[in-house]
C-alpha cells in the first residue's frame, strides 16, 4: 500500500488536475457558505471521531491545529476535593517526600499470611541461615496453630483474625501484619508470602534486590474485561473514578513508605471494604486483587513496578493456578522460572490480550521473580536438594 492515497496527493503530476483558483472565483455566495458549512461540520465530525487529545487527531489536524482544538474546548471541571481527600492528600504526600532512611541493620520483614502449618519452613530457614539481623518474619495463620521446625518462626505470630479468600478480611490481614512489623524501625521492605511459596534466589540476591529497588513491586494493569473493570462499581465515586481502577495480584513487596501509607489510609480502604465485595451491583469484586493496586495506581503510579517478584503459572487459563507437584519439580523447571525477564497480564475480555513487558530493576532489564507459587508440601524434599543448585544460577 506505498502508493496509497497520502502520497498521491503530494504528487506534483496530480496537483496539476486540482481546481485552481481561477474557479473559486466565479463561485456564488450561496454556494460558498455551503462549501464552508461542508467544511466545518467535517472539522467537527473529526473533531468527535478523535478525541482532541488522541493520536490521531494530531495527525489529521497537524501539531499546531491539534493544539489549537483542545484550547477551544471547555477544561474539563475541576472537581471539589473532600475533607477527607485533602486530609489523606497531605499525609501519603508528606510521607513520599521523606526521604528513606538506610540504617547498616535494615532487615527485609517477611510476612507469612497462612491457614496454618507453613509446609516450607525448612526451605525458608535453609534460605535465612547465616543471615540473622539482617531479615525478621511473621506469621498470620487465620485458622490453625502452626508447629515451628524452624528456629527462625517460633515465636513469630502475630494475633490473628479468619481470613476468607476474595474478601476484605484478605486485606486487613496484610495490614495487620504490615502493622506488626513496622513496629521494628530496622524493617525497610516488606514481603508478603503465602504457605505455598518458595525463595528462587539465595538471600544476599534476594536483599540486594528489594532493599536497593526504587519502586515497590506492586502488580498493577488495566483489565477492561469482567474480572477487572467490569467488577467496579459507581457506589465508590466520588473518590475511586473507573479510569483509575487496577487489578493485580496480591503478594507485594513495598518499601517502609508505602508501608506506612497503607496503615495511614483509612479513606481508599473504607471504600474497597464497602464496595467491592460479593454481591454489590450483582457484582463479585475481590478486595485483595484491587485496592492496593487501585490505591498505589492513583497516588504514586510511578513509585511501584507495576508487577509482582512472585512468579505463578496461569497459562493453563484455569480458575486456580497451575499447583506443581514433587515430579514437577526439576533443575529445568527452577532454572526456566529464574530466568524469565518479562511480566505477562492476561486481560479477562474476549480479546484476551497478553501484555506483556520487560522487568525492569532500576532502570535496567533484569530477571522478574525472587518467589514462586504454587508448591505442594511434598515439593519440600526435591527444593531442598536443589536450592544450592538453583539458587546459584
Ligand atoms: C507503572 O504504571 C504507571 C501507570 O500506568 C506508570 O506511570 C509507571 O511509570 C509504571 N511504573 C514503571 C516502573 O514502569
Ligand atoms: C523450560 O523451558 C524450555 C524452553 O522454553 C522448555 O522447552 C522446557 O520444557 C521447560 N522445562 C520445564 C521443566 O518447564
Ligand atoms: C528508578 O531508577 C531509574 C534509573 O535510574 C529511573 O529511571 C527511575 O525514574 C527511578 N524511579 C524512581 C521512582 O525513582
Ligand atoms: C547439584 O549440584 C551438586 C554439586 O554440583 C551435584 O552433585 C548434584 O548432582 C546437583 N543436583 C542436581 C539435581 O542437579
Known amino acids: 500500500m506505498k502508493s496509497g492515497h497520502g502520497w498521491r496527493v503530494g504528487n506534483m503530476s496530480d496537483l496539476q488536475f486540482l481546481p485552481g483558483t481561477r474557479h473559486r472565483t466565479h463561485l456564488k455566495r450561496p454556494m460558498w457558505i455551503i462549501v464552508l458549512v461542508s467544511f466545518v461540520c467535517l472539522f467537527l465530525l473529526c473533531a468527535y471521531i478523535y478525541p482532541p487529545n488522541s493520536r490521531s487527531a494530531c495527525y489529521v489536524f497537524s501539531s499546531r491545529g491539534c493544539k489549537a482544538l483542545s484550547d477551544w474546548l471547555p477544561p ?3 472537581r ?3 475533607d477527607e481527600e485533602i486530609a489523606s492528600r497531605v499525609v501519603i504526600r508528606d510521607i513520599l517526600s521523606t526521604p528513606p532512611v538506610r540504617s547498616k541493620n535494615s532487615k527485609i520483614a ?3 499470611l497462612t491457614p496454618g502449618p507453613l509446609p516450607f519452613e525448612k526451605l525458608w530457614d535453609k534460605f535465612l541461615h ?3 539481623g ?3 518474619v511473621y506469621v498470620h495463620a487465620s485458622k490453625d496453630k502452626p508447629v515451628h521446625l524452624s528456629r527462625y518462626f517460633i515465636n513469630r505470630e502475630i494475633r490473628s483474625d479468619q481470613v476468607v479468600w476474595g474478601r476484605i478480611s484478605m486485606v486487613d490481614a496484610e495490614r495487620r501484619l504490615l502493622a506488626n512489623a513496622l513496629k521494628d524501625p530496622d524493617n525497610q521492605h516488606f514481603v508478603l508470602l503465602s504457605d505455598s511459596c518458595v525463595p528462587l534466589h539465595d538471600f544476599d540476591y534476594v536483599y540486594n534486590y528489594l532493599l536497593y529497588s526504587n519502586t515497590s513491586f506492586i502488580d498493577c494493569f488495566e483489565d477492561p474485561g469482567p474480572h477487572g473493570n467490569g467488577r467496579y462499581s459507581e457506589h465508590m465515586l466520588p473518590e475511586v473514578n473507573l479510569k483509575d481502577f487496577r487489578k493485580g495480584a496480591q503478594w507485594f513487596t513495598m518499601k517502609r513508605q508505602h508501608a506506612l501509607i497503607v496503615m495511614a489510609d483509612n479513606l481508599y480502604y473504607s471504600k474497597f471494604r464497602d464496595y467491592c465485595k460479593h454481591g454489590v451491583d450483582g457484582k463479585n469484586c475481590i478486595a485483595d486483587e484491587h485496592y492496593l493496586p487501585t490505591f498505589f495506581n492513583m497516588i504514586d503510579p510511578v513509585g511501584i513496578a507495576n508487577r509482582s517478584v512472585t512468579h505463578v503459572d496461569w497459562s493453563e487459563r484455569k480458575w486456580h493456578p497451575k499447583s506443581y507437584k514433587a515430579r514437577d519439580v526439576s533443575y529445568d523447571l527452577l532454572k526456566n522460572i529464574t530466568s524469565v525477564d ?3 497480564h492476561a486481560t479477562s475480555d ?3 490480550t ?5 522487568c525492569v530493576w532500576n532502570g535496567i532489564r533484569r530477571p522478574c521473580y525472587l518467589f514462586a507459587r504454587k508448591f505442594y508440601p511434598d515439593t519440600l524434599d526435591n527444593l531442598l536438594n536443589l536450592f544450592p543448585n538453583y539458587t546459584t544460577l
Open 76 to 78: 474539563a471541571p475541576v
Open 80 to 82: 471539589e476535593l473532600t
Open 110 to 112: 517477611f510476612l507469612f
Open 130 to 132: 547465616g543471615h540473622e
Open 134 to 136: 539482617r531479615f525478621s
Open 342 to 344: 518479562f511480566s505477562e
Open 350 to 352: 474476549e480479546q484476551k
Open 354 to 358: 497478553v501484555l506483556k513487558r520487560p
